[in-house]
DNA sequence: CAGAATGGATAGCGGAACTCTCCGCTATCG
DNA sequence: CGATAGCGGAGAGTTCCGCTATCCATTCTG
């Protein structure tokens, strides 16, 4: 039903990303519509998200959860599906993210490496420092312009959906597919600047 | 100098990810700044953007082919550093592609896939769709509106630039580190909101 | 001059994500 | 009824990728 070959099927159950079916009998086991639709939130998180076994593990881990706060799942889940970025981090980048945080009066972040997306955020600058784009900070703040407008959107979208649960799973499903389409879109942004501005012509 | 091991150097010089050295002597080469600058390219996209080596090896053929106009160069690159998308396209999700290229008045994309990131586009949204977001290709407006606001940051940083192969570098570094800056960047925005509007504390 | 390092080439390693194989049993079709 | 295809379960095997390790003759370094 799902398109997925039968021994990844096993191998998800094997490695916990889905729950066993019921038995029926000692070599056959039913499996209901929540397991397709785990199926399918396994294999977007995987193909899309690009998330390791071992993420996906995670993140359905703090979907699972009972019994925390809404802002702290979604804290979890965040980390979760969140890479930390393996550069070294540069302590001008580092510096960089600090000043962009108190423009925006945060008070916290007093440790880069304290959470998966600010040292994603510290790990990309240092990697711009790397390669010679020493301004690239400043694009942070244009960035959060656009980004402000785009999490607006987000979050009136999650809000339509029902249980606390299926915001979870909203947001999960946003964030990366959003992610994804993001970038895509950008792509399209760019190339259309890029018609637009130096022409598809003959000068170069 | 780098700190990158001579041996992952080496096996970078085979696989023609950097030049090879001028020999001085039999066993003896000498790499100037350029091999260096190229070096930190490489480990950029690697570890930033995530490129394969496949992938870096294509982006760096782009980079430095010459004869060929701004525009085309920026679009093979474009293609270079765009996955496709491995998941299995929905016709719905296609038609959403193609009603948002349509209501952006471009007469081109008759075909989704005919290239990497429309490709990625349409694969994005068919994965929203198979996991029940079936309303999410509604956000590609509001993602639009706000990636307008960052193509524009992106040209005018882009447009310091002084050659057309620093352009064309440039363009690389930007969007692949400009998007680990936007993810980040994004899920800041997504704990801001979860903060201002949930609340961290009891209530779920 | 001893010892370390180099360019170049080949082979091997470790992790990740499957995929194969085997077993005894069971559903299904004609 | 019998033949055949398929299942659940578990271990082992495969493939790919990005490095590492080893080796060699030569050459730089202290």
């Given at each position: 039903m799902s398109g997925v070959p039968v021994p990844t099927i096993k191998y998800y159950l094997r490695e916990g990303l889905l729950p066993a079916g019921v038995l029926t009998s000692p070599n056959q086991a039913h499996y209901d519509d929540e397991h397709l639709r785990r199926l399918r939130l396994v294999r977007a998180l995987v193909d899309?998200?690009?998330?390791?076994i071992a993420a996906v593990r995670e993140v359905l881990g703090a979907i699972d959860?009972?019994?925390?706060s809404l802002h702290n799942k979604l804290g979890a889940v965040q980390e979760a599906i969140s890479e930390p970025g393996s550069v070294e981090l540069n302590p001008l980048a580092v510096e960089d993210v600090r000043a962009f945080f108190e423009r925006q009066g945060?008070?916290?972040?007093?440790?880069?490496?304290?959470?998966n997306v600010t040292h994603m955020l510290a790990s990309a600058l240092s990697a711009a420092r790397s390669v010679?784009?020493?301004?690239?900070?400043?694009?942070l703040d244009p960035y959060l312009e656009g980004l402000k407008i785009i999490a607006q959107a987000d979050l009136e979208y999650i809000a339509r959906r029902g249980s606390s649960d299926d915001v979870i799973e909203g947001m999960v499903v946003g964030t990366l597919i959003g992610d994804a389409v993001i970038k895509a879109v950008r792509r399209l942004a760019h190339a259309q600047v890029s018609r637009d501005v130096i022409g598809d012509g003959s000068d170069d």
């Amino acid at each position: 039903m799902s398109g997925v070959p039968v021994p990844t099927i096993k191998y998800y159950l094997r490695e916990g990303l889905l729950p066993a079916g019921v038995l029926t009998s000692p070599n056959q086991a039913h499996y209901d519509d929540e397991h397709l639709r785990r199926l399918r939130l396994v294999r977007a998180l995987v193909d899309v998200g690009g998330l390791s076994i071992a993420a996906v593990r995670e993140v359905l881990g703090a979907i699972d959860t009972r019994g925390d706060s809404l802002h702290n799942k979604l804290g979890a889940v965040q980390e979760a599906i969140s890479e930390p970025g393996s550069v070294e981090l540069n302590p001008l980048a580092v510096e960089d993210v600090r000043a962009f945080f108190e423009r925006q009066g945060e008070r916290k972040c007093v440790d880069v490496t304290e959470s998966n997306v600010t040292h994603m955020l510290a790990s990309a600058l240092s990697a711009a420092r790397s390669v010679g784009h020493d301004h690239f900070h400043e694009l942070l703040d244009p960035y959060l312009e656009g980004l402000k407008i785009i999490a607006q959107a987000d979050l009136e979208y999650i809000a339509r959906r029902g249980s606390s649960d299926d915001v979870i799973e909203g947001m999960v499903v946003g964030t990366l597919i959003g992610d994804a389409v993001i970038k895509a879109v950008r792509r399209l942004a760019h190339a259309q600047v890029s018609r637009d501005v130096i022409g598809d012509g003959s000068d170069d």
